[in-house]
């Protein structure tokens, strides 16, 4: 299954420029080829959010639901009956309420769930080369990474004190979180809309834990690209998300005289 697909070219920074970012290569068009046995469409919270004029306090509160019912309206139908005439399976992620239990498609799969990784096949392997190729770091900038990455260790300003604990997984911060009495944590580091938001024990997986996650805007910063870097967007657009969706955030204008009222 041929097709074009886009990709971010996040290289190279140009310090030459006053905004580095601005240097990096931006959107472009590849050829990718999918293997059908080994893709599938998944359709997450597309919910039947009632008539416009009912429940106006949930229209008040999330404006997007008229696009997503135009959505609904002119691009699911074709899609779905494209992909449903084809090889492509079709998988469905729900939540919200329990609207789904009783359907098969759901009995069916819920004895076969495991946390075990799914398989990767050559034409996976295929599309990751490509995104190396031609998105982020760029080919010519692996070696550097790579040996960045041997050599990684604590900034001196942030090498943890001899009792302080120290976790490599959202498991080993909730164990943290539990012995400790802990339910709130405020996330400082880089960057807040990667590694602070999706890697292991960043804040998707600690709400998971049942974690209030906030953070103090002064110390964190954000993966920017070309088109955001100037204004740091992305990094408006993740305190945005942490307030709305996990926690709280803070100025250090705030924090330190409020810390320091506390424990004066």
């Avoid at 420029?17 to 599938?40: F, I, K, Q, S």
């Avoid at 009995?107 to 392997?125: C, G, K, L, M, N």
């Avoid at 890697?199 to 834990?209: E, I, L």
Wanted: aromatic share 10%; with cysteine; hydrophobic share 40%.
């Amino acid at each position: 299954m041929k097709l074009r697909a886009r990709l971010y070219r996040q290289f190279n920074a140009d310090y030459a420029r006053p905004v580095p970012g601005e240097g990096y290569g931006g959107w472009h068009t590849v050829d990718a080829e999918l293997a059908p046995a080994h893709t599938a469409l998944v359709v997450m919270h597309a919910w039947d959010c009632g008539e416009p004029s009912e429940f106006p306090g949930w229209r008040r509160a999330v404006e997007y639901t008229p696009r997503a019912r135009q959505i609904l309206t002119e691009v699911f139908p074709p899609l779905l009956a494209a992909v449903r005439a084809s090889p492509l399976p079709v998988f469905h992620v729900v939540g919200g309420r329990d609207y789904y239990s009783h359907l098969p498609g759901f009995q069916r799969e819920v004895p076969r769930s495991s946390p075990a990784p799914v398989s990767p096949d050559p034409t996976y392997h295929a599309l990751q080369q490509l995104r190396h190729d031609h998105a982020t770091p760029g080919p010519h900038n692996a070696a550097d990474i790579a040996a960045g990455f041997a050599r990684l260790d604590f900034a001196p300003t942030a090498r943890p004190a001899e009792r302080e604990g120290i976790a490599e997984n959202g498991d080993q911060l909730a164990a943290l979180c539990r012995a400790r009495g802990v339910n709130h944590l405020i996330y400082v580091g880089f960057a807040i809309n990667w590694c602070l938001l999706m890697s292991p024990g960043g804040m998707v997986d600690m709400k998971r834990h049942g974690c209030l996650c906030s953070t103090i805007a002064e110390a964190v910063t954000a993966v920017e690209n070309r088109e955001t870097a100037r204004d740091e967007l992305e990094k408006q657009s993740a305190l945005w998300r942490v307030a709305i969706e996990f926690g709280l955030v803070f100025s250090l204008a705030d924090f330190m005289p409020a810390l320091a009222k506390i424990f004066r």
